[in-house]
């Protein structure tokens, strides 16, 4: 197995000494770069550390010799796009920002903005935050394991109100909601 620490660490665009920092306890940026370059083993413990540090999950850091990889190839900048001078490691996002439990949702009858065949990614958020998620797409749960989706359009301390997409629809109100999760990244085939 290969350690894809490098291709996680360069596409968050953070320094071996800014992981070193980030892991628990801190650590040098020398004995991370020994992991990287596997100079040093990738120990199970050393796995989880990096895996926290970098906010992924610990078996992305891991590689199979025989898979093949998405790779990043190339750049688009304000000049059109630009061959990397090496071709690194796509990563796929399994922690969004903020922290929170991830997970995503699948469009399969278009509404509004969105799609068939999007897939919507969503990042539960803390209770004290929710205030900040007014005029932002919100999945909630309801009874019954049910669930409500849409644009969180007003906010107390006892209920949501959230207006789905699509013309002709009717606000929800959901009282109490166990929690709530905001769209962070929308995934759509072209």
């Keep these: 197995m290969i350690n894809r620490i490098r291709d996680v660490r360069r596409e968050k665009g953070l320094t071996l000494a800014e992981v070193a920092e980030r892991c628990s306890p801190p650590t040098t940026a020398q004995t991370i770069g ?14 989880n550390r990096i895996a926290a540090a970098l906010e992924v999950e610990p078996e992305l850091l891991l590689r199979s010799e025989q898979a093949d990889q998405p790779r990043i190839v190339a750049r688009l900048t304000d000049t059109g796009p630009e061959a990397l001078s090496t071709p690194r490691d796509a990563v796929l996002p399994t922690a969004l920002s903020g ?19 999007d897939q919507l990614w969503l990042r539960e958020v803390p209770e004290a935050e929710h205030a900040r998620l007014i005029n932002r797409d919100v999945l909630a749960p309801r009874p019954g394991g049910r669930f409500a989706f849409g644009r969180m359009i007003d906010r107390d301390a006892d209920r949501v109100a959230l207006l789905p997409h699509g013309t002709g629809q009717r606000q929800v109100v959901i ?16």
């Design 34 to 47: 020994r992991i990287e370059t596997g100079m040093r083993n990738l120990s199970l413990d050393w796995m």
């Design 175 to 190: 009282e109490h909601p166990a929690w709530l999760a905001v769209a962070e990244m929308l995934v759509r085939k072209l």
């Design 99 to 117: 922290g929170g439990a991830t997970m995503a949702m699948t469009i399969e009858t278009g509404s509004g903005e969105y799609r068939a065949g």
